[in-house]
């Protein structure tokens, strides 16, 4: 269970993972000490594994994204799973129930990059076949 002020700190991180120590302190009421030993804390707990970017909007908006359904061979699953947490542009990969067995979200600068990575997720050991969904818009994320 974590602390009132760790919550705080968290929150505040969330927003921006950016912000230095003295800012955080200021926020939180608390000496610069008292936040770096926080974190610490939080960091070696696994409470924070790490820390993110989170791209614009106009970046966002000239990325092509595809959902890629993947059907695995069930003894290579663990093989596929780490070749594509290796892939850069697979942004998520989701164990599923169904006809497939995965979902990865994919992301690439142009369809001719995303051709190219479906391809490249086609040829995957593992991989018996792939289904793909351009996604056209996004009408809401949370």
Do not use: C, P
Not at 43 to 65: D, K, T, W
Not at 71 to 84: D, Y
Not at 94 to 105: K, L, N, P, R, V
């Amino acid at each position: 269970m974590i602390k009132k002020q760790d919550e705080k700190l968290i929150a505040l991180l969330r927003k921006n993972a950016r912000i230095s120590i003295s800012d955080l302190a200021r926020e939180l009421g608390l000496s610069r000490s008292t936040v770096q030993n926080r974190l610490l804390r939080l960091e070696h707990s696994g409470i924070i594994q790490g820390y993110s970017v989170e791209f614009g909007e106009q970046y966002l908006a000239g990325l092509v994204a595809a959902h890629v359904s993947i059907k695995v061979k069930q003894k290579l699953t663990t093989q596929t799973t780490v070749a594509l947490k290796h892939h850069n542009n697979v942004t998520s990969l989701y164990a599923i129930s169904g006809e497939y067995d995965m979902i990865a979200i994919v992301e690439a600068q142009s369809l001719q990059q995303l051709s190219s990575i479906l391809d490249d997720i086609g040829d995957l050991d593992g991989v018996e076949r792939t289904n793909s969904s351009v996604i056209l818009e996004t009408k809401f994320k949370r």
